[in-house]
């Protein structure tokens, strides 16, 4: 199926039919997909005005959205009181009380994360994952310091960061605010021309986004 390309008259009569007429109207106007009206409307931030949504075109005023199956005032549904059993394997196979799912690892594990640190697995409690595995970098810090101050963070000296267990000893780590680090990792902290560089990149990648959705 051929790309619809959104031109200056299909985008003109979008923002003037859309808030007052049905989507599906629109598309057939314009000549293309609903989901193409819906997603351009959405991206341009075009709404349907008081007038469409007071009009029987609507099917506010109608009564016609969901009327056949809307439930009326005393009904019951009909599988009150029925308790649901699927069957099959189901009661063999579902997890019982206490048990945990067969990759589970134990207390002690490590491994990479997604940024690249060593984490070490410190518990079984429930929660996000940051509950259960702890880098390691800051347990050896907290070996040695205790709890990390509220407002700062545990990292890497410049140059010594690694994610091999035997190399991350305390002199490779140290504790500053989040606000030194996020000065640290300010581009204007590499001179003006990197800043530069970075917001420029960031101005052309929004740019080009901006474009790719109004093709879309």
């Known amino acids: 199926m051929k790309r619809f390309v959104w031109s200056d008259i299909s985008l003109r009569q979008l923002r003037q039919h859309y808030p007052h007429t049905t989507g599906a109207h629109v598309a057939k106007l314009i000549g293309t997909s609903l989901s193409s009206v819906y997603a351009k409307a959405k991206v341009l931030g075009l709404t349907k005005s008081p007038e469409f949504f007071a009009s029987a075109a609507s099917g506010r005023t109608t009564g016609q959205l969901g009327q056949q199956t809307r439930f009326t005032s005393g009904q019951e549904s009909w599988n009150k009181?029925?308790?649901?059993?699927?069957?099959?394997?189901?009661?063999?196979?579902?997890?019982?009380?206490?048990?945990?799912?067969?990759?589970?690892?134990?207390?002690?594990?490590?491994?990479?994360?997604?940024?690249?640190?060593?984490?070490?697995?410190?518990?079984?409690?429930?929660?996000?994952?940051?509950?259960?595995?702890h880098p390691v970098h800051r347990l050896v810090w907290e070996e040695v310091n205790g709890k990390v101050p509220q407002g700062s963070m545990i990292v890497f000296r410049s140059g010594m960061r690694t994610n091999k267990l035997e190399e991350i000893t305390i002199d490779r780590v140290e504790c500053i605010t989040r606000a030194e680090h996020a000065r640290r990792h300010n581009p204007n902290s590499r001179g003006p021309e990197f800043g530069h560089l970075v917001r420029l990149k960031g101005a052309i990648t929004r740019h080009v986004n901006r474009i790719q959705r109004e093709a879309a």
């Open 81 to 133: 009181g029925i308790s649901y059993e699927p069957g099959g394997r189901s009661v063999e196979t579902r997890f019982g009380v206490g048990s945990v799912p067969h990759n589970t690892k134990p207390i002690g594990t490590y491994r990479i994360n997604g940024e690249g640190y060593l984490d070490r697995k410190v518990s079984n409690d429930k929660g996000a994952n940051h509950v259960r595995w």
